[in-house]
């Protein structure tokens, strides 16, 4: 039973490769975080040593191996793990795993060698990786994870099959909440349309309130400044820049959380309420949208689009926050306009 | 579980498993010991899933059972212990091993034992067996040739022919090439050739310092493992998949210069050049000059390094064939120099631009080529 929801088409062509055993030597598995890839590849690395006739089962001693972490022929390198430095995935992380690839598998039928965030290899690693993915020892297979595909070498790409997840429908993610997880379904909808698409997000955040906190400790942010002074916005872009400064990540979830906002403000402004994420904040959205035009939306939506790439590229984060902050229609703006 | 072993016996089974464990992984479990009580055995396991060793140690079991715990921190403990007699227990339902001995206690923290990768069984295929004294000299002396760099994976392993009753070890790290030919005690039923890692031959030339017993080895029918047997312990390696490079062709067929030396007396003025050698991408040059009626042949080395100066040393050599000049790497020299037994070598060489041969003197089953460095005389 493959674990992974929502995308059948790649689960049709794996299922396929694995009957015939045609399975590529390496595969690129690409998606926004949290939206399957480690639980594809794991299911794949069990399918591979599964003993079981029709795998993964998920039940034999293999499987049950791999999904805890304890098989000897699955390796796992990411930025995090011991064997890399904080910033980089490097080359003697790769050195090592090529070592492993060109001995035999220790106790299942085929090595399994996981990358994840492979966008954070290093030049250097990645060129030694090609090596490998060019000569590609038997009884391996490589699995490239990454959300952030124009961060690879084109030449790594070229050189394993492309699977690209797709974002899944929130009907899907729901009934998974409901019925494989017994959240109530007032939370599971909730959640099904925050997590965008991407059930790992949906069900971290059914276990663990504090996602939600945090969620909601942002909105009512977001949702505020509109109505707020000067000051208060550039007290925010303050916050948000050293939040920036320390961990880029965690500034980047509240651009994206700025973003859904604003999505939703225009899909209602436009009449198609159904589709907004923020179902629980529906009433504050409709109040909030009849007092923007759609113009005023749009042009804001450009505006974050526009700082979120800048300062991803290394702009001074607070100015462009600041920026943005005076871009954001004021009560003022707001009345003009109606 | 629950048994008593004495302190020294536990210690030896721990050197020789030890070394096998991982130092660091992905996988942490390897970097522990396994240890599980069997029919009156205390058995040791550590793997770091390129060989695995297991290591029988007499002791006295109450009950079985097995843990696996860190092996750095159970080596370090035992090996502090006087010798005396240790009681080792793991209370049921718990992963925390109490190690007691007299007035000593600790107890530490493992992981289950369940968890442990199992070593791979290898029973069928080539199976033969040798004397551990010839397999060690085999392995000192080709060892050192390996590659360290992963680029060619197959070069960081020895490949070792299987054929009737012969054993041919085989390194190679793209500069120089080293053979070495040896008797089996019982002849191999089909021909077989594997790679095994350098490392796990390495280490089991130190498990092979203390036994005079013959080792088994095992091949598998994949050819994807190998099991050394020894007295009292196993060694089970993965093997390098690939084939080894033809090596046959880089072995020269005939020589033009062959020179006698001593091999001690060589080794030393070698050393000696490679320290000006240092500065000078390592190279030392050899002259080889034949005798005339009244004078000994002769081989003089000499390093020349820019702006910092050189030296020339001689020794006689019983020189045939014409004069001939070659230039080695200083450190390809001495590393073959050093592990010889024999009291004489015989150098032989064609032009600067071939390979060089070095051949123990009065033995026949060594050979060492080395690439000759370009340079201008």
Redo the contacts between chains.
């Keep these: 039973m493959w674990q992974v929801i929502g995308q059948d088409k790649i689960l049709t062509l794996l299922d396929n490769s694995l009957k015939q055993n045609s399975l590529a030597h390496a595969y690129i598995l690409l998606g926004a975080p949290h939206i399957g890839k480690m639980t594809l590849a794991i299911n794949i690395a069990q399918a591979l040593n599964c003993d079981d006739t029709k795998p993964p089962c998920g039940k034999c001693q293999s499987c049950r ?1 791999i999904a805890t ?2 098989h ?1 022929d699955v ?3 990411t930025l995090d ?3 890399t430095s904080r910033t980089e995935i490097g080359i003697d992380t790769i ?1 090592e795993l ?3 690839a ?6 299942g039928k085929c090595k399994v060698l996981i990358i994840y965030e492979a966008e954070y290899l290093s030049t250097e690693a990645s060129n030694r990786l090609l ?1 490998i993915l060019e000569e590609p ?3 391996v297979v490589w699995l490239l994870l990454s959300a952030e595909e124009p961060r690879l070498l084109p030449t790594i790409i070229s050189r394993c099959q492309r699977l690209v997840l797709k974002p899944v429908p929130p009907e899907q993610i729901q009934k998974l909440l409901t019925d494989s997880n017994g959240i109530k379904a007032s939370k599971a909808k909730l959640l099904s349309r925050l997590c965008q698409g991407c059930p790992g997000w949906a069900l971290s955040a059914a276990a663990d309130d504090d996602l939600l906190q945090q969620r909601k400790k942002r909105i009512d942010k977001i949702k505020s400044l509109v109505e707020g002074t000067l000051t208060q916005r550039f007290t925010y872009a303050q916050q948000l820049g050293s939040i920036f400064s320390k961990d880029r990540r965690a500034a980047m979830k509240i651009m994206d959380t700025w973003l859904t906002w604003w999505h939703d403000l225009m899909l209602i402004k436009g009449g198609y309420e159904e589709a907004i994420t923020n179902v629980d904040y529906g009433a504050t959205l409709k109040k909030q949208a009849k007092e923007l035009s759609l113009n005023q939306i749009k042009e804001f939506l450009v505006n974050l689009f526009q700082t979120q790439k800048a300062i991803s590229m290394n702009v001074n984060a607070r100015l462009a926050l600041e920026s943005l902050m005076l871009n954001l229609p004021t009560k003022s703006t707001i009345t003009d306009k109606v | 579980m629950k048994l008593s072993c004495l302190q020294e016996n536990l210690s030896r089974g721990l050197g020789i498993v030890g070394r096998a464990a991982a130092i660091r992984s992905t996988l942490p479990i390897t970097q522990n010991i396994l240890l599980a009580a069997e029919e009156s055995r205390l058995k040791l396991v550590a793997t770091n899933l390129e060989m695995a060793a297991t290591c029988w140690v007499g002791a006295k079991i109450e009950e079985d059972g097995a843990v696996t715990i860190p092996a750095r921190l159970l080596i370090d403990f035992v090996n502090s212990l006087p010798n005396e007699l240790i009681d080792i227990t793991l209370p049921s339902n718990s992963h925390a091993v109490e190690i007691k001995s007299g007035r000593f206690q600790a107890h530490i923290n493992g992981i289950d034992a369940q968890d442990f990768p199992p070593v791979p069984s290898v029973s069928d295929g080539v199976i033969t067996n040798v004397t551990s004294k010839a397999l060690s000299d085999g392995i000192t002396q080709v060892a050192f040739a390996t590659a360290t760099e992963e680029s060619r994976p197959v070069l960081t392993g020895i490949n070792a022919e299987f054929e009737g009753e012969r054993l041919k070890l085989v390194a190679a790290d793209g500069f120089r090439l080293a053979v070495h030919e040896m008797a089996l005690n019982s002849a191999v039923g089909e021909k077989a050739m594997v790679i095994i890692p350098a490392r796990t031959l390495s280490e089991l030339n130190r498990l092979l310092g203390d036994q005079e017993e013959p080792v088994e080895i095992t091949i598998n029918q994949q050819k994807s493992q190998a099991l050394f047997r020894l007295k009292n312990a196993e060694l089970v390696s993965q093997l390098i998949q690939g084939s080894f490079p033809d090596y046959s062709q880089v072995i020269p067929q005939s020589y033009t210069t062959r020179a006698v030396v001593d091999v001690n007396e060589f080794l030393r003025i070698t050393k000696m050049s490679s320290i000006f050698a240092r500065d000078a991408s390592g190279i030392v040059r050899l002259l080889i000059t034949p005798g005339s009626e009244l004078t000994p042949g002769k081989v003089t080395v000499s390093a020349q390094a820019e702006e910092i100066g050189g030296n020339v040393s001689e020794m006689d050599a019983l020189v045939d064939g014409e004069e001939a000049k070659i230039a080695f790497n200083a450190r390809y020299l001495s590393d073959v120099l050093s592990i010889l037994h024999q009291p004489q070598v015989a150098i032989e060489v064609t032009t600067p631009s071939s390979p060089g041969v070095i051949h123990p003197v009065g033995v026949d089953n060594y050979i060492h080529v080395i690439m000759p460095m370009f340079v201008q005389w």
Excluded: D, F, I, W
């Design positions: 191996h972490g304890k000897a390796t796992c390198v793990s011991k064997l050195k090529q070592r492993t060109n001995l035999p598998p220790y106790e090596k020892p038997q009884n």
